[in-house]
């Protein structure tokens, strides 16, 4: 593909999936869209400055003596690929691993999974979306039979008259949310708010619950018990649509106003109103965000809000975060599923995916570790190799100097990366690859709707496409027949076959559609369908049509403030970065604008604990002790604390984090953990600072 002046895109960040005009020079304008009505946020319109950045990696690395050093292409390829056969000849094929991510395009997601499994011949493959949607994602699967975030069209928003949004700053997170929402409230939608700050979103919120971190559980258990106590229930809908209801009720019996106060930090009057609240609604919403169910009740949290919304007769949503959250895990590059949300375990599921692989179906692995269980695997030397791709494992997982230390020992990392991140750094092989805008590609947005990113160039000279790199290995590895593609399009079809008929259908959304601009939801079984942007306005996904209640029986978070550790620690993003960061914090306007994490502390807190905005202060879990400087917020409870997570090394919030994992999707609990708070003293923090 020769290089163009400019080419109508999408943004390669957030899960809204912003329509952009992208320039060959960087420049970046925004499209008019129903996604984001001509609009563009900062990252948005500061994703362009990527293109030709002096940092970006232009030659494969090979360590040599304990050092990255350059090499040709030829010998980084054969480096890495005589690492995995060396290790499943020696440990067997189950010691390889594949670690993808939910940015990654729905090509890039369905061709990892497939490399995982025929190319390496492992079971052993996950993504970081199990940090950020699974837990909802499960829900949803349980109660509706499919996972389909958001569930509705964003135009959809202002047709309710209640919006009860759990555990989302969307003015941060997904900033091209904000207008969908702000013009729900000027058509009269009233908002319920739960976060433990009273953030810019929470300033939408005729109600702001600050509740305790990881006690969201507790509240939608109340307001159910709440609001069936006071015959406020659609009996109608719980008859004719669901099941289960009589289970899950129990489960909340003696879930008073009182009791919720007590375990949420709030006071009984606002449990009480946003009872009333919901109950006058005549059409209600409830949407959860990761606030709410990034802990190791994250499954259990979710199907409350679930039980409270077909209650109701709500609707419910779940607001994907990452930019293809929604497509990269519908893809195959997750441990139990194979293309199209097919499971890896089921004999029907694993012969038609099969059969478009041209493969036997016992070919294909079973069902392998999750994304934190591979890093335990890699540090018990249980899994001695990996490749990771569009992801960076060190500071995004809980208990990150443990996950650096594990990393730094295993026999043979392989990165795919455009940047050298903090993961890439300690591997053996880096090998770089495309940005969002070298390769053309389709992601799925937090609506369930399919977009056509556009290359805008190809990669720089001496970087490759990932799709080319994939290849390339596969064909090493000995797998090339299964691997042989003229580019992203012909990847994309056979994905498309490999879905066909399954929960998410892409088969009838083709290439050409897209280009002719259709706005197509999944499932779209065929080339005439027009798709589905409300999957469950009629019936559910599970085979009778109803969706299930579950009991939802409320238990404390894995780790308890106490003496040692007296306050809560919650995380989340801020405006000006994203992930990891291994992007943002290289573009001069948003490092400029948020250089550093910053420590939210209470006034009541600080001034208690003598910490005067600006200074240092540590923080300290059971896991490590780290510093930032403080900022003072009367806008979050005084007994909790919070730093965003897009920054690496002494700087990573997770380091502090706990690793307890959710039963059921083996979530980490991100969002809260037990600390405690000391100032630095003054001479220590100079040093600090010079150093």
Partial sequence: MEAICSIPTHCCFCAMQCAMQLHADGTVKPLPHPINGGKLCVLGLTSGELLGHTERLRTPLVRKGGRLEPTSWEEALEVAVQGFQRIAAEHGRSANAVYGGASLSNEKAYLLGKFARLALQTPHVDYNGRYCMSAAAAAQNLAFGLDRGLNRPLADLPQHDVILLVGSNAAECLPMLMPHLQRAKEGGTRFIVVDPRRTTTANLAALHLAVRPSTDLALANSLLYLLAREQRLDHSFIAERTQGFREALRAVQGCTAAWASEVCGLMPYEVEQAALLLASARKALILTGRGADQNSRGVATSLAFINLALALGAEFGTLTGQANGQGGREMGQKADQLPGYRSIEDPADRQAVARVWGVEPEQLPGKGYSAFEILQAVARGEIRGMLVMGSNPIPSSPRSDWVRESLERMEHLVVIDSFLSETARHARVVLPGALWSEEDGTTTNLEGRVVLRRAVRLPPAGARSDLEILCDLATRLGAGQYFSYSGPKEVYDELRRATRGAKADYYGITWE???????????????????????????????????????????????????????????????????????????????????????????????????????????????????????????????????????????????????????????????????????????????????
């Avoid at 914090?585 to 420590?599: A, D, M, Q, S, V």
Wanted: net charge neutral; with cysteine.
């Fill in 513 to 691: 559609r897209l280009e002719a601009g259709e706005e197509l939801f999944w499932p779209c079984p065929s080339e005439d369908h027009p798709g589905t942007p409300r999957p469950f306005a009629q019936r559910f996904a599970h085979a009778d049509g109803r969706a299930r209640f579950s009991p939802t029986p409320f238990r404390p978070s894995a780790e308890e403030p106490a003496a040692a550790y007296p306050l809560y620690l919650t995380t989340g993003r801020v405006l000006y970065h994203y992930l990891t960061g291994n992007h943002t914090r290289r573009l001069g306007r948003l490092f400029r604008k948020c250089p550093e994490p910053l420590l939210e502390v209470h006034p009541e807190t600080a001034q208690r604990l003598g910490l005067a905005e600006g200074e240092l202060a540590e923080v300290s879990s059971p896991r490590a002790s780290a510093r930032y400087r403080v900022k003072h917020n009367p806008k979050i409870r005084p007994d909790t604390l919070f730093v965003p997570f897009h920054w690496d090394g002494q700087q990573a919030v997770n380091r502090l984090m706990n690793p307890a994992l959710d039963p059921i999707c083996q979530m980490p609990e991100f969002k809260v953990a037990a600390v405690s708070l000391t100032p630095v003293a003054h001479s220590e923090a100079i040093a600090v600072a010079a150093d």
